[in-house]
């Protein structure tokens, strides 16, 4: 089976957002929406993963396909839970009112019907597609109370008396909104709230992620058409810390957003609870074009998720950081996991990657991949963070096809995909530069076979 390390990418076909993300009887299983026939969008299937330590992934191949009604267009995103150690998957059944004739993977009108399923598993490893998903929650029947083509992407968790699940979907005044159901057994759910929010943000909701840290709750929920400048995409995710009464299912707003990424090509965040009790999630990184005509579509780094003060940290999976313990003296030295930087970027400072540049202009960070990203210009070539309070540090992980800028171990986080990247480092008015690799004789889990 095909290995990935550091960076987890679609093994020879198209993959987008990640689904199901757990620690389930000592492994992390990542699946992920998947069209395995092409390199691009078409009828989704669930592409499997699993890793002891969150930095060497093996591909386990298809997990769910669609095999019935419901979900004969298409199996969407959703995510898993264990109970009793089985694993139950819950994810969006889609059916499409009409079908193109000459392409079934595509969606001619974006009409089409969503369902909400569930799936269990004894191991992890072997689901039933064929007799053993079961409809929870049926379409809605046309606007009200949901639309009944976006409404999607369950995320269930374990609260304090009993399971919940959240929907992503629209009102029926075209803007996000949020539906939450209970269950005492997994099985039958009920309708307890709807949420939405008082300013308009986006006209659809996917993927949404509620939970608590030590400091409060944090949503992350990726809004469609939130971005309005006309680029390549107008959706993009954010996430606010917010109040949630887990008896009403009642979700209030006290801040305004964050963006998860301010590179702007992260999208549909999930989040689990790791081996030792922290939140961490991962995002799918877009791409606009193939790599080597032969894989679209690839993860971030896993990122431990907190909340102080109202701000939203995402820093760095402390298994990845001590992965990249080899000191080198230039890219060239790095393997196949490409390497990190190290380093203070004052006021004024710069540095230049194999092409990519990253600048420090009025305490912001700003990036510019125009000579690495070439023939995309529908898409975003510039980026910036916020204003930064806390300092220099800049840990910047170098792979072939993605950059991935931690500020101040976790301020803010600015990462994009990239093309052709160069060997070359230039930088002016830096300080303490240092570069690492993964230390290949330290790391060689990926090479045992946890799929069996
Ligand atoms: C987000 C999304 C989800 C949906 C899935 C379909 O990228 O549109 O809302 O479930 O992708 O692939």
């Known amino acids: 089976m095909k290995t990935d ?22 492994q992390y299983h990542l699946f992920y929406q998947c069209f395995p026939y092409a390199v691009e969008w078409g009828t989704m299937h669930w592409g499997h993963a699993v890793s002891r330590d969150l930095v060497n992934w093996e591909h386990c191949g298809i997990a769910l396909f669609p095999s019935r009604y419901e979900d004969q267009n298409g199996c969407f995103s959703g995510s898993a839970v264990e109970h009793e150690g089985k694993m139950y998957l819950y994810y969006t059944g889609v059916h499409y009112d009409t079908i193109n004739p000459q392409n079934i993977h ?37 606007r009200e109370p949901a639309d009944r083509t976006h409404t999607r992407d369950p995320k269930v968790w374990r609260g304090k008396d009993a399971w919940y699940m959240v929907l992503g979907s629209r009102t029926n005044d075209d803007r996000g909104q949020l539906l939450f159901y209970r269950s005492v057994d997994l099985q039958e759910w009920h309708s307890v709230n709807r949420v939405t929010k008082e300013t308009t943000l986006g ?23 939130v971005l309005k400048d006309g680029k390549r995409e107008a959706n993009h995710a954010v996430c606010l810390p917010v109040e949630f009464e887990e008896s009403t299912c009642n979700l209030t707003f006290s801040q305004e957003y964050q963006f998860v990424d301010y590179g702007m090509d992260l999208y549909a965040p999930q989040s689990t609870v790791d081996e030792q009790g922290r939140r961490v999630m991962i995002g799918w990184m877009r791409m606009p074009e193939a790599v080597e005509g032969r894989w679209n579509g690839m993860f971030c780094i896993p990122r431990i998720v907190e909340r102080k003060d109202s701000h939203i940290y995402f820093r760095v999976h402390p298994n ?14 790095a393997g196949e996991s490409g390497y990190r930087l190290s380093l203070e970027l004052p006021e004024g400072g710069r540095i230049d990657i194999g092409g990519y540049k990253v600048t420090r202009i009025g305490n912001r960070i700003c990036t510019d991949r125009s000579d690495v990203f070439t023939g995309h210009e529908a ?19 170098v792979d072939r ?37 993964v230390d290949s004789n330290r790391e060689s889990k990926g090479g045992q076979m946890m799929c069996d």
């Open 203 to 225: 006209w659809m909701w996917e993927c949404p992620d509620l939970f608590e840290t030590a400091d409060g709750a944090v949503l992350m929920v990726s809004p469609m058409g």
């Open 401 to 437: 096809n993605l950059i991935e800028i931690y500020v101040n171990h976790g301020e803010y986080v600015l990462s994009s995909v990239v093309y052709d990247l160069g060997m070359e480092i230039r930088s002016e008015a830096v300080e303490t530069l240092e570069i690492y690799t």
């Open 106 to 142: 595509k969606n001619p009108n974006d009409r089409y019907e969503s369902s909400q399923i569930m799936i269990c598993s004894e191991d992890g490893f072997t689901f039933d597609n064929l007799n053993g998903k079961r409809v929870i929650i049926p379409p809605f029947a046309d």
């Open 5 to 26: 390390r550091i960076h987890l990418k679609a093994p020879g076909c198209w993959i987008n957002d990640p689904n199901g993300f757990i620690y389930y009887k000592g």
């Open 320 to 333: 990845v950081e001590r992965a990249f313990s080899k000191k080198i003296s230039s890219p060239k030295e």
């Open 379 to 397: 898409w975003r070539m510039e980026a910036a963070t916020p204003e930064i309070k806390e300092g220099n540090h800049l840990d910047i992980y």
